[in-house]
């Protein structure tokens, strides 16, 4: 990259809990040789458009966006690639060379290449049961809707989450966690995904691993606790299991790329947010 002002990008919300973003894109900038650092902005509601202006500044590569922002910061930006529309959320913005600011979405290619990384396994002809209808569970209906999966069924405590959630996406099957066709769903499964925030903000399994057929794999998109009540069940059952880790250091090394045109930098990024993420989470 050309020399010049330090570059920045950052990563706004409200609230901002965790690092773990800004350590692992710092590592990458430091490993790459490019002058450039990583934020954390808490915005409140009112705060937001002024930062989205600031950002087109010659100084900015782009910035990411968590909650309460991922829909909102859709209307400031001056495009939003297809990916992000469809799920209805964008995560990170790309700043172009004439100041425009393009919206993309690292979830959903997230998740697949983790799926793939750290289950061995293709979302290709798989059948998917997704548990929650929020803005992850969306990301990871389409992505395996995009990949070709034979089934996905959404499965949320309530059905009219999970209804808008396949009347956005298409292609997917609604129903409740209470569902009775959801036993039969989850025994035919290669692939069960917990969306929710069950194991990390409430202890518990959002749906019991013994339901699942011997040949199952299950994905826990929660990276802290490193290690789940599902993914301990599962791996107690001798099924595929792994946590939303790898799909943390994925969706980054995707965001990195677009910002810097750098190669990979998985491993940099990995090695970075180990020491965070093998902490003991905070109480």
């Given at each position: 990259?050309?020399?010049?002002?330090?570059?920045?990008?950052?990563?706004?919300?409200?609230?901002?809990?965790?690092?773990?973003?800004?350590?692992?894109?710092?590592?990458?900038?430091?490993?790459?040789?490019?002058?450039?650092?990583?934020?954390?902005r808490?915005?409140?509601?009112?705060?937001?458009?002024g930062?989205?202006?600031?950002?087109?500044?010659p100084?900015?590569?782009?910035?990411?966006?968590?909650?309460?922002?991922?829909?909102?910061?859709?209307?400031?930006?001056?495009?939003?690639?297809?990916?992000?529309?469809?799920?209805?959320?964008?995560?990170?913005?790309?700043?172009?060379?004439?100041?425009?600011?393009?919206?993309?979405?690292?979830?959903?290619?997230?998740?697949?290449?983790?799926?793939?990384?750290d289950?061995?396994?293709?979302?290709?002809?798989?059948?998917?049961?997704?548990?929650?209808?929020?803005?992850?569970?969306?990301?990871?209906?389409?992505?395996?809707?995009?990949?070709?999966?034979?089934?996905?069924?959404?499965?949320?405590r309530?059905?009219e989450?999970?209804?808008?959630?396949?009347?956005?996406?298409?292609g997917?099957v609604?129903?409740?966690?209470?569902?009775?066709?959801?036993?039969?769903?989850?025994?035919?499964?290669?692939?069960?995904?917990?969306?929710?925030?069950?194991?990390?903000?409430?202890?518990?399994?959002?749906?019991?691993?013994?339901?699942?057929?011997?040949?199952?794999?299950?994905?826990?998109?929660?990276?802290?606790?490193?290690?789940?009540e599902?993914?301990?069940?599962?791996r107690?059952r001798?099924?595929?299991?792994?946590?939303?880790?790898?799909?943390l250091?994925?969706?980054a090394?995707?965001?990195?790329?677009?910002?810097?045109?750098?190669?990979?930098?998985?491993?940099v990024?990995?090695?970075?947010?180990?020491?965070?993420?093998?902490?003991?989470?905070?109480?």
């Amino acid at each position: 990259m050309t020399s010049g002002p330090t570059r920045r990008v950052a990563l706004i919300g409200r609230p901002l809990r965790r690092r773990h973003s800004q350590v692992m894109h710092d590592a990458a900038f430091a490993a790459e040789g490019i002058d450039a650092r990583y934020e954390l902005r808490e915005l409140d509601a009112g705060d937001l458009a002024g930062f989205v202006a600031e950002a087109r500044g010659p100084e900015w590569l782009g910035f990411q966006i968590t909650a309460p922002y991922k829909r909102d910061v859709m209307a400031l930006l001056d495009a939003v690639e297809p990916e992000a529309e469809a799920i209805g959320a964008v995560n990170s913005v790309l700043r172009g060379p004439d100041a425009e600011l393009v919206g993309f979405n690292t979830d959903a290619p997230g998740f697949a290449a983790a799926v793939r990384c750290d289950l061995g396994m293709e979302l290709e002809g798989a059948r998917v049961v997704v548990a929650g209808a929020g803005g992850a569970a969306h990301a990871v209906a389409h992505a395996a809707v995009r990949a070709g999966a034979a089934e996905v069924r959404v499965a949320a405590r309530r059905l009219e989450p999970a209804r808008a959630l396949a009347d956005r996406v298409g292609g997917v099957v609604p129903g409740t966690l209470d569902d009775p066709p959801l036993a039969g769903a989850l025994a035919a499964a290669d692939l069960l995904v917990n969306a929710t925030t069950v194991g990390m903000l409430t202890p518990g399994v959002v749906v019991d691993p013994a339901l699942l057929g011997e040949h199952a794999a299950v994905f826990d998109l929660v990276y802290v606790p490193l290690e789940t009540e599902l993914l301990r069940a599962a791996r107690a059952r001798g099924l595929r299991a792994a946590g939303g880790a790898g799909m943390l250091v994925a969706q980054a090394v995707i965001a990195f790329r677009r910002w810097t045109g750098a190669g990979d930098v998985t491993d940099v990024m990995r090695a970075a947010v180990a020491p965070l993420l093998e902490a003991p989470a905070a109480p």
